[in-house]
């Protein structure tokens, strides 16, 4: 067990919906990562967050959001879904932002959009 | 831009034979290095890094990997497999030198054969 939990595991969801993916670090660290995996984009980078600010953006598109809150607990906010999002999304933590950290992931949280 | 090269999708090994896994890499300037493991349904693991130093880096579960800066490869090796190794395995690199976000290869599906 990593440390990271992440809600729901899974979600389905109709096209055109708007869904919201939560995680918590672990405790004390101070970054969190998104990512999303799929089988033919492997695993792609969204965004990160340090302590409640943006820190680095990946391939997230407009449709997707993302925050930290003051608890260091960040969401993932989906909108207008496509077929395409399907895929598992993970997030991940780390003590810092410094390069050097290693990252611990969560779950996942698996979603389908039908 | 960085990059990783995991040249096998699939590699099959006998339990108590060595295994390798394959990872090249892409940087401007040096790599920080990461190795991590997928088991079915779970989120990543983080295996080992290599930041610095001895270019043989010692991780979890008895794997290691050597980072070979001429040939810009940092291949993950086991002397003795156990079929509990069998997952799928992810190499990924950062840029010493910017703030740029860890960058995943395609993985790897290690199968280890009793």
């Known amino acids: 067990d990593s440390g990271v939990t992440q809600t729901p595991k899974h979600l389905i969801t109709a096209t055109g919906q708007r869904v919201t993916l939560r995680c918590s670090p672990r405790?004390?660290?101070?970054?969190v990562y998104w990512y999303q995996q799929s089988l033919d984009q492997g695993l792609q980078f969204l965004i990160q967050y340090y302590n409640g600010e943006e820190r680095a953006k990946g391939n997230i598109l407009e449709r997707f959001s993302a925050q930290q809150f003051p608890d260091l607990h960040s969401e993932l906010n989906l909108s207008s879904l496509e077929l395409g999002d399907s895929a598992l999304y993970f997030c991940?933590?780390?003590?810092?932002?410094?390069?050097?950290?290693?990252?611990?992931f969560g779950p996942g949280t698996r979603l389908t959009v039908t | 831009a960085q990059s990783v090269a995991q040249p096998e999708d699939q590699v099959n090994v006998a339990e108590g034979n060595p295994l390798t896994v394959k990872c090249t890499y892409s940087?401007?300037?040096?790599?920080?290095l990461f190795w991590y493991v997928q088991y079915p349904n779970r989120g990543l693991q983080f295996l080992l890094k290599y930041i610095t130093g001895d270019n043989l880096v010692k991780g979890s579960y008895g794997f290691e990997a050597e980072f070979n800066k001429s040939q810009t490869s940092f291949h993950l090796k086991k002397p003795s497999a156990l079929v509990s190794d069998s997952a799928l395995y992810f190499c990924a690199v950062r840029d010493k030198s910017g703030n740029t976000p860890l960058v995943f290869g395609k993985g790897t599906r290690l199968s280890v054969i009793a």
């Open positions: 940087v401007s300037g040096n790599p920080y």
């Open positions: 405790s004390g660290d101070l970054s």
């Open positions: 991940a933590s780390s003590p810092r932002t410094g390069i050097t950290y290693e990252q611990y």
